[in-house]
């Protein structure tokens, strides 16, 4: 399981996020706005985004296959649901 977190300063959902997939053991890779990407980037990527972070996860990190996209609460419920 491949995790990528989109985040930014300051953000104490993007923090959640972390710790979350740290105790769910989850292997993830933190991008955070202005120094791994750029707020354009981040845009073409989740167009319908309003808030930070964005998740993605899949078996392997790609572009082409994201088994789930979201933010921390449907990471987080995602989770719950399934025990």
């Known amino acids: 399981m491949k995790v990528l977190i989109y985040g930014k300063e300051q ?3 993007c923090v959640k996020a972390k710790n979350l997939a740290e105790r769910l ?3 993830y890779t933190y ?3 202005g120094i791994d990407f750029e707020f354009p ?3 073409e990527r989740f167009p319908t985004a309003r808030t930070f972070p964005q998740i993605v996860i899949t078996e392997e990190i790609t572009d082409k296959y994201p088994a789930f996209i979201g933010g ?3 990471y987080e419920d995602s989770w719950n649901e399934k025990g």
């Open 11 to 13: 953000c104490p959902y």
């Open 25 to 27: 053991g989850h292997d």
């Open 31 to 33: 991008l955070q706005l």
């Open 41 to 43: 980037e981040f845009m």
């Open 72 to 74: 921390y609460t449907e």
